[in-house]
């Protein structure tokens, strides 16, 4: 196979992993607004984040603070807060970077 053939392969893969990895997510964000956390919790189980993108992790750090916020288990520090709420001010994603504060709030009022 030529050296073109598997970068486009690997491209074309990468592509697919991506907008998979998106849906999931916005699935997965559906299910915790309408407050379904231990559906959503059962799902971000199973997401292997080893080849996600930055704004991928990032929105998948997002869910699980959400999730376990829903769910009253413990959020060990708030620096993964603090990840997002750089990187969602950074890329002008409002609604999620309103979130991040909002959890980042929480957590300074239950200290």
């Known amino acids: ?4 053939a598997i970068l486009i392969l690997v491209a074309v893969t990468f592509a697919c992993t991506s907008k998979d990895n998106i849906q999931q997510l916005n699935a997965i964000d559906a299910l915790l607004i309408s407050e379904q956390s231990t559906s959503a919790d059962k799902l971000l189980e199973r997401i292997d984040i ?3 993108s ?3 992790r990032t929105f998948y ?6 999730k376990k916020w829903q769910l009253y288990q413990p959020i ?3 620096s993964i807060i603090d990840n997002c709420i750089f990187y969602f001010g950074q ?3 409002n609604r999620k970077l309103a979130r991040a504060f909002y959890y980042k709030g929480e957590l300074l009022l239950n200290k």
């Open 61 to 66: 750090d997002l869910l699980v603070i959400q």
């Open 54 to 56: 930055e704004e991928e």
């Open 50 to 52: 080893k080849n996600m």
């Open 76 to 78: 060990a520090n708030d």
């Open 91 to 93: 890329h002008t994603d």
């Open 1 to 4: 196979m030529s050296f073109l």
